[in-house]
């Protein structure tokens, strides 16, 4: 079993689900604010935190396969799933595996960053992220975009250092792996969630593969494609801060957590 936590004794399930290379940590300031309220589920996927040690496989569905095995394991029913980052794939996936389970579903700074033939789109990364000096450099560059210049100097910190932690043979697997299901699955899934969808976006992903943040008014390829597919969604763009939206924004993810959560009827 993977490696979880509650906060909070009472009221709506919410589980939180954090993205590559990082924990349940990442959550802290939506259980500090919305325990009181809810029921707050965190965990650390397979291959993260204090789930490191569990095998692989490491791609989106086996990572879904266990957050719905930990609800059925907890009774945890009509939950908001809140996804960050490659988190937002494993809820979405989460909840095409267990629609009876999901009442709901936010998305924190998600993207799409695989197109076309997913074998193709995983092997163009995987050879990208390359090996040794320069698999090192190509995640710290890549890490290094997701902060602005208001991140703190103890986050960027953190992050850095459990992605370093990371075994790069996982992270090779992992993020292949999540490319390949954007090229090939992402579509898919999106079309059948039948549940409300809230995204919260502050950056984009561009073709160059760089982030940047948004600023207000601004859409992006993937919060259109979103739009286009999905049925009952809504969408905030949290302008001028980084990937971590959770943390350098908690207000607004908070409130955007809450409005969606206390909005859902309950079986």
């Known amino acids: 079993m993977i490696h979880h936590e509650i906060v909070g004794t009472s009221g709506p399930w919410l589980v939180l689900v954090h993205g590559v290379t990082a924990s349940a940590r990442d959550w802290r300031l939506q ?106 450099d190509f995640i710290g560059a890549m890490f290094e975009m997701m902060f602005t210049a208001a991140t703190s100097a103890a986050e960027r910190e953190q992050v850095m250092q459990r992605t370093r932690a990371m075994p790069l043979a996982t992270f090779r697997e992992l993020f292949g792996n999540m490319v390949a299901w954007d090229a090939g699955r992402m579509l898919a899934v999106l079309q059948q969630l039948t549940m409300p969808l809230a995204v919260v976006q502050s950056t984009q992903v561009t073709p160059q593969r760089e982030r940047v943040s948004l600023q207000p008014g601004d859409t992006t390829p993937y919060l259109d494609m979103l739009r286009a597919n999905v049925a009952h969604m809504t969408v905030q763009v949290v302008p001028d801060v980084g990937h971590f939206t959770q943390i350098e924004a908690a207000a607004a993810v908070n409130a955007l957590i809450d409005e969606l959560a206390g909005s859902l009827p309950r079986r």
């Open 31 to 136: 259980t500090e604010a919305l325990s009181p309220r809810y029921r707050c589920l965190t965990l650390d996927l397979r291959g993260h935190g204090q789930s490191a040690a569990m095998p692989g496989p490491y791609d989106i569905e086996t990572l879904a396969a266990d957050v719905v095995a930990l609800l059925r394991h907890l009774s945890v029913d009509d939950a908001v799933l809140i996804g960050h980052s490659m988190g937002t794939r494993v809820v979405a996936a989460a909840a095409l595996q267990a629609p009876e389970k999901v009442a709901g579903l936010v998305f924190v700074d998600g993207s799409r960053q695989g197109n076309g033939d997913p074998l193709a789109a995983r092997d163009g990364v995987l050879a990208a992220i390359g090996q040794g000096q320069q698999a090192e």
